[in-house]
């Protein structure tokens, strides 16, 4: 996966730090669906400019990516600090500008904290948190699009689904009165589990019942666009669109 991500950030006119490694398979998976969503928008169907960049929002010719889950970091934090990628879309009446990160804690309904291995904000969100003194975590209501990535090569079962569902019913914005939920979270269509390898019959039926989309196979480095990462981005650009 390394010289895809590498590969990948050459297209989008940046390179990883010198001596940069990789510290687990899960975060060069986690990566590799971050970019290769990005490079999907080099397409001029999309509108969007593409930019990589540094902890503080500035354009950077090297990537830090996150290996660890937290909070997205004050701009004043010393570097070097995970950066994103951010997409400008430039409408024809509208502009809007999202991020796209890795690894980061969002905050649930609950109080409890969810790591989003894929997660797309608007820039305000990562703006407000940047400019917190020690910066903060994004809660649910924050969240355009999230993707759990799951570097399991022989395949997934119903518990990865389980935990899914709990993920998507804490930090899901659709809610009714109380707090309860009437209806899946299909109305959204905002999370989406990507698996290396398959997914139990189990697992699928689990997660398409509640509206989360499952991606099994899920390797980009295959020729072409993977449905995983033309679907992703078609989510972000109909956002973006509104």
Known sequence: ??????????????????????????????????????????????????????????????????????????????????????????????????EIHNSVQFEGRSGSNHEQDVSVVAQKTGDDLRNLPGGGRPSGKDLKVAVECKDIPKGAGVGIARGSVGNAFDLSPKRSRGGSYKQAFSKTRMFAVAVLGGMSVGGTRVLDYYGISVYANANPTTPGPHPLIVDVAARIHEDMKR
């Open 1 to 98: 996966m390394r010289t895809q991500i590498i590969d990948l950030l050459t297209q989008l006119g940046a390179a990883l730090p010198p001596g940069f490694a990789f510290n687990k398979a899960g975060t060069a998976y986690e990566a590799l669906v971050a970019l290769s969503v990005a490079y999907q928008f080099k397409s001029p169907y999309y509108r969007t400019t593409v930019e990589v960049c540094d902890h503080t929002g500035t354009p950077a010719s090297h990537f830090v990516i996150r290996q660890s889950p937290g909070k997205i970091h004050p701009a004043t934090a010393n570097a070097p600090r995970p950066g994103f990628i951010r997409l400008t879309f430039h409408g024809r009446r509208v502009k809007r500008v999202y």
